[in-house]
């Protein structure tokens, strides 16, 4: 119980002094040597698997021939008619539970590359995520772009590039990216603060917005008795609960969103 409390006691100095250095320097990027770089090495080997997160949970909450949720094969659905989707999306379930973002970026990287390069926390390491009752918890935007950014990719968020006006605007910035092949990192008030990937976008063939569902990947999908790691949800409910509850900085709360591809992407063309 001592080794504990002295582990715990070390990660807290830390962060706190991670977090001192980067509000009184205005450091924000990873990568540019000196005592930020050291601090973060020493964060980084604190950030472990805690043998938490939604792979901990894998299948123990599935419920075969569920009276109330309804099983897709999603992996293997289509575009056409009413759907956009991208095609074999691969999913992921995440290993701590901080790490939804890190987890969700993965599944990004995946799609384009068809392989992973980093690890869950090694990419936690480089956007800076910071486990529950630390100073900014989780994974912020500007952390997720931090990561595609350093790897050389082309990064558009909601900080820098702004977000949807009305629902209607929501929907036609949904199709856009996924007409291009292009997967939306998105954060919202689930579980408190939760990133996931919009990868399908359904009209439903009416014409009326109110029966569009969003087709997501989700790395902590634990409640809809299936545990494959997509979600299927109303996209007008998604768009009118799309804040952060308490996690990020207050200008950084409604409708965070980020993109990313490889520097050589042409879009249509994945692997």
């Known amino acids: 119980m001592m080794k504990k409390a002295m582990l715990a006691a070390v990660a807290a100095a830390a962060v706190g002094a991670l977090n001192f250095y980067t509000v009184n320097t205005g450091e924000e990027e ?38 109330y949720f309804k099983k897709a094969d999603i992996y293997n659905m289509k575009s056409g008619g009413s759907l956009l989707i991208l095609e074999k ?16 970026a ?26 529950a009752n630390m100073k900014d918890p989780g994974t912020n935007t500007r952390g997720m772009s931090r990561y595609f950014e350093q790897k050389g990719w082309k990064v558009k968020n909601s900080l820098k590039d702004g977000s949807s006006k009305t629902y ?20 919202n008030v689930d579980w408190g603060g939760h990133w996931r990937v919009i990868i399908g976008h359904d009209t439903m063939g009416t014409g009326n ?39 990020f900085r207050e200008n950084e709360k409604d409708q965070q969103w980020l993109t990313a591809v490889p520097p050589d992407y042409a879009p249509g063309k994945q692997k």
Request: overall charge negative; proline content about 4%; glycine content about 10%.
């Open 168 to 187: 209607e605007d929501f929907l036609a910035f949904v199709d856009d990216n996924l007409k291009q092949g292009i997967p939306i990192m998105v954060e």
């Open 30 to 67: 990873s990568g540019k040597g000196g005592a930020l770089d050291n601090l973060k090495g020493s964060i980084g080997l604190l950030l472990q698997k805690d043998d938490g997160g939604s792979a901990a949970k894998q299948g123990k909450a599935d419920v075969k021939d569920s009276p």
């Open 209 to 247: 917005g109110s029966d569009d569902v969003l087709i997501m990947a989700d790395p902590y999908d634990t409640t809809d008795h299936a545990q494959d790691g997509y979600n299927i949800i109303s996209a007008e409910r998604f768009y009118y609960m799309w804040f952060d509850a308490h996690l």
């Open 106 to 131: 993965l599944t990004v990287v995946r799609h384009f590359l068809g392989e992973v390069p980093d690890s869950e926390m090694e990419m936690a390491k480089i956007m800076g995520t910071h486990p």
């Open 89 to 104: 999306y691969r999913t992921y379930q995440q290993h701590t539970e901080y790490t939804c973002g890190p987890a969700a």
